[in-house]
């Protein structure tokens, strides 16, 4: 069983909305993960989240994303004007003890 | 910069037989990690096995093990007695040796035959 779970599901929003994925880790992990996959194609690294700080992020990461832990548990992915090429499904990842990642379920975000 | 590559879109294999599933990657890291990754189409993402590039050998995990060799960059997905609940993507990633970040190929789409 994955030790994260992520809401919603499932999102529907319009073009130029703004949208949040929450992604609550049920464990300690201190080392997060956002990936993203848009359908039918490969999974795409966006951005990795240490202790309260962005460490490393892709050129996918540009303005319109940002990461925060609003709460000190929840870690939030923010999308602040959604694109149609926003739409994919945004997975929330951790780290295993060999430095393996294990995927959250996922959220699928399509922008219409 | 790190590239996995996975020449085969769509696998087909009989119930019970074995499969190999191909990936090669390219890397100047010398320190590296190789995962093979399963998405059903429900969509999650189940991670199958790791093999580290030190490793002397190959990983195995229950059906699954990998075929590493470092010479020729490859790290194939070897499935023995494919079950119908096989048939999924199957992605192969990369972790260089700096960060955490993971690379992932285009993915195959396996089909277990009855």
């Known amino acids: 069983e994955p030790e994260v779970t992520q809401t919603p599901s499932h999102q529907v929003t319009q073009m130029g909305q703004e949208v949040i994925l929450r992604c609550v880790p049920i464990?300690?992990?201190?080392?997060f993960y956002w990936y993203r996959q848009i359908l039918g194609q490969k999974v795409e690294f966006l951005v990795s989240?240490?202790?309260?700080?962005?460490?490393?992020k892709s050129e996918i990461f540009d303005d319109q994303f940002s990461v925060e832990r609003p709460d000190g548990s929840n870690f939030t992915l923010k999308i602040r004007s959604t694109k149609l090429e926003d739409s994919a499904m945004y997975f929330c990842?951790?780290?295993?003890?060999?430095?393996?990642?294990?995927f959250g379920p996922g959220t699928r975000l399509t922008v219409t | 910069a790190q590239k996995i590559t996975q020449t085969q879109p769509g696998m087909f294999v009989q119930e019970k037989e074995a499969v190999t599933l191909d990936c090669t990657y390219d890397?100047?890291?010398?320190?590296?990690?190789l995962f093979w990754y399963k998405q059903p189409s429900s969509g999650e993402m189940i991670f199958l096995i790791y093999?580290?590039?030190?490793?002397?050998q190959n990983a195995t995990e229950g059906r699954y093990s990998l075929n590493f060799q470092k010479a020729r960059k490859s790290a194939n997905l070897v499935i023995s007695a494919s079950q119908l609940g096989d048939s999924a993507m199957y992605f192969c990633?990369?972790?260089?040796?700096?960060?955490?970040?993971?690379?992932f190929g285009t993915g195959t789409s396996l089909t277990v035959i009855p």
């Open positions: 990842v951790y780290i295993g003890e060999l430095r393996e990642q294990y």
């Open positions: 464990s300690n992990h201190l080392y």
């Open positions: 989240f240490y202790n309260n700080e962005i460490s490393e």
């Open positions: 890397t100047s890291d010398p320190s590296y990690g």
């Open positions: 093999q580290g590039s030190y490793d002397q």
């Open positions: 990633a990369m972790r260089g040796a700096t960060g955490n970040q993971f690379y």
